[in-house]
């Protein structure tokens, strides 16, 4: 027992030289380990299985009838000292597995061989694994600290839809966010003429006009992340957070492209805002806050060019709570209007998102869920008819980033996007007060 103990101690000397190497590394940014560290490391990795192999053949040797055991020894040695003659403590040692398990639980995965981990990763891929459920009970003092706390290998996160604008109106990147001119010109009212012989031809310019298109600064605001939960959480939460930072920076850029107020108000110009300054308003009837007829939205339609309202980029844009408006639509025989197949006019069922695949349609042109958008109610912006390309968005080439804070004061900014209002703004639906 003295060899076993004093081999015991100096494999545990061995083994805290190797954590203190990780240690180190852990510290210092989780860095590599450097040619020096690297050296040592194998040297140290073969005096462990040294120490390992002596400790086992002197193991091995120990006779069965003592009764003085280790509180070093595996789990498995000592239910084999209670329970097995010589004989059967050979051949379980001769068994890979076994051999491999007891390996596992002096050392960890660490002192597994390659083989060793394929056989033991080979047992549990049932996905049944082999457990100890020796406790007396589920209380703490009377074995309840051997019985290990459950966890779900799953994180669920709510859900809440957005979006609309992104993949609907035109998106163009530019270099750099300094103020940029977009030149604009409109000469649909004026017309040619028919003049007489020996008069002379009327004279009438073309005026054109331009629009300033700015940059915006979007935040996601910061989130305090500790080294430790990093460390020790079973989820990704680099990743996690990455990936909820970049969702709250869609949800921002999608309410103030949908209903931002303007550069007088620090912010972009909305599409729906863009729409009523440009006076394309369609009032409902008195009484209409909550509801939408049919001939609404034959009247909303029909109040958009031709030129506009045939293009591939022509949608319908509403809320969801819209959309349920319509779907209770019915014909004078108090039938709905909303089924497949029985008008073209509401085709195609009720997606939520009108791009890709089957396009649902409402008077043979698609729509877009825009939960940004107002709800139906006295004085609300609810509907969108028209052109969405002509509602341009500007994004600053490299404008999304990802910053790491370190240091106090380091949170002062990054440059995201920017959008612009249209020229020729889609039509805008108002309910009546």
Same mark, same amino acid.
């Given at each position: 027992?003295?060899?076993?103990?004093?081999?015991?101690?100096?494999?545990?000397?061995?083994?805290?030289?190797?954590?203190?190497?990780?240690?180190?590394?852990?510290?210092?940014?989780?860095?590599?380990?450097?040619?020096?560290?690297?050296?040592?490391?194998?040297?140290?990795?073969?005096?462990? =299985?040294?120490?390992?192999?002596?400790?086992?053949?002197?193991?091995?040797?120990?006779?069965?009838?003592?009764?003085?055991?280790?509180?070093?020894?595996?789990?498995?040695?000592?239910?084999?000292?209670?329970?097995?003659?010589?004989?059967?403590?050979?051949?379980?040692?001769?068994?890979?597995?076994?051999?491999?398990?007891?390996?596992?639980?002096?050392?960890?995965?660490?002192?597994?061989?390659?083989?060793?981990?394929?056989?033991?990763?080979?047992?549990?891929?049932?996905?049944?694994?082999?457990?100890?459920?020796?406790?007396?009970?589920?209380?703490?003092?009377?074995?309840?600290?051997?019985?290990?706390?459950?966890?779900?290998?799953? %994180?669920?996160?709510?859900?809440?839809?957005?979006?609309?604008?992104?993949?609907?109106?035109?998106?163009?990147?530019?270099?750099?966010?300094?103020?940029?001119? @977009?030149?604009?010109?409109?000469?649909?009212?004026?017309?040619?003429?028919?003049?007489?012989?020996?008069?002379?031809?009327?004279?009438?310019?073309?005026?054109? =006009?331009?629009?300033?298109?700015?940059?915006?600064?979007?935040?996601?605001?910061?989130?305090?992340?500790?080294?430790?939960?990093?460390?020790?959480?079973?989820?990704?939460?680099?990743? %996690?957070?990455?990936?909820?930072?970049?969702?709250?920076?869609?949800?921002?850029?999608?309410?103030?492209?949908?209903?931002?107020?303007?550069?007088?108000?620090?912010?972009?110009?909305?599409?729906?805002?863009?729409?009523?300054?440009?006076?394309?308003?369609?009032?409902?009837?008195?009484?209409?806050?909550?509801?939408?007829?049919?001939?609404?939205?034959?009247?909303?339609?029909?109040?958009?060019?031709?030129?506009?309202?045939?293009?591939?980029?022509?949608? @319908?844009?509403?809320?969801?709570?819209?959309?349920?408006?319509?779907?209770?639509?019915?014909?004078?025989?108090?039938?709905?209007? @909303?089924?497949?197949?029985?008008?073209?006019?509401?085709?195609?069922?009720?997606?939520?998102?009108?791009?890709?695949?089957?396009?649902?349609?409402?008077?043979?042109?698609?729509?877009?869920?825009?939960?940004?958008?107002?709800?139906?109610?006295?004085?609300?912006?609810?509907?969108?008819?028209?052109?969405?390309?002509?509602?341009?968005?500007?994004?600053?080439?490299?404008?999304?980033?990802?910053?790491?804070?370190?240091?106090?004061?380091?949170? @002062?900014?990054?440059?995201?996007?920017?959008?612009?209002?249209?020229?020729?703004?889609?039509?805008?639906?108002?309910?009546?007060?």
């Amino acid at each position: 027992m003295a060899i076993q103990h004093r081999l015991r101690e100096e494999r545990g000397r061995v083994e805290t030289e190797m954590n203190a190497i990780t240690a180190r590394c852990q510290r210092e940014d989780n860095r590599g380990l450097n040619n020096r560290e690297v050296e040592l490391w194998n040297k140290l990795a073969d005096a462990h =299985s040294a120490l390992c192999d002596k400790i086992e053949k002197a193991e091995a040797g120990r006779p069965r009838n003592s009764g003085n055991v280790s509180g070093l020894g595996s789990l498995e040695e000592i239910q084999d000292t209670m329970r097995l003659s010589p004989a059967a403590w050979r051949e379980r040692r001769s068994d890979p597995h076994a051999r491999a398990f007891s390996n596992f639980l002096r050392g960890g995965m660490e002192g597994l061989e390659a083989d060793e981990k394929q056989l033991m990763r080979g047992k549990f891929a049932d996905g049944a694994p082999v457990s100890f459920r020796n406790a007396q009970s589920t209380t703490t003092t009377q074995g309840g600290y051997l019985v290990p706390q459950g966890f779900s290998d799953q %994180l669920m996160e709510a859900m809440k839809w957005f979006g609309g604008i992104a993949g609907t109106v035109d998106e163009f990147t530019t270099g750099t966010g300094q103020p940029l001119p @977009w030149p604009t010109v409109n000469d649909t009212a004026n017309r040619g003429r028919i003049i007489g012989q020996n008069v002379q031809t009327t004279e009438t310019d073309v005026v054109f =006009s331009q629009y300033t298109l700015n940059a915006w600064i979007f935040s996601s605001d910061l989130v305090l992340v500790p080294l430790a939960l990093i460390e020790d959480s079973y989820f990704d939460i680099d990743a %996690l957070v990455a990936r909820l930072l970049g969702t709250r920076l869609g949800r921002l850029f999608n309410w103030k492209m949908t209903t931002g107020q303007g550069v007088n108000a620090g912010e972009p110009n909305g599409i729906v805002t863009a729409a009523v300054a440009a006076g394309n308003l369609l009032t409902l009837p008195s009484g209409e806050t909550t509801s939408i007829a049919y001939n609404d939205l034959v009247n909303l339609e029909h109040s958009v060019d031709p030129a506009y309202r045939y293009n591939p980029s022509t949608y @319908w844009m509403f809320n969801d709570s819209v959309l349920k408006v319509l779907k209770k639509l019915v014909d004078a025989s108090n039938r709905p209007l @909303w089924q497949p197949g029985l008008t073209a006019s509401f085709a195609d069922g009720a997606g939520v998102q009108g791009l890709g695949g089957s396009r649902p349609m409402i008077l043979e042109h698609p729509y877009i869920i825009n939960n940004d958008m107002a709800v139906p109610a006295a004085n609300a912006y609810t509907m969108l008819f028209g052109d969405m390309s002509t509602y341009k968005v500007r994004k600053v080439a490299n404008g999304v980033t990802l910053m790491r804070l370190v240091e106090r004061y380091a949170d @002062w900014f990054k440059r995201f996007c920017a959008a612009i209002v249209p020229t020729f703004a889609p039509a805008q639906l108002s309910p009546a007060a």
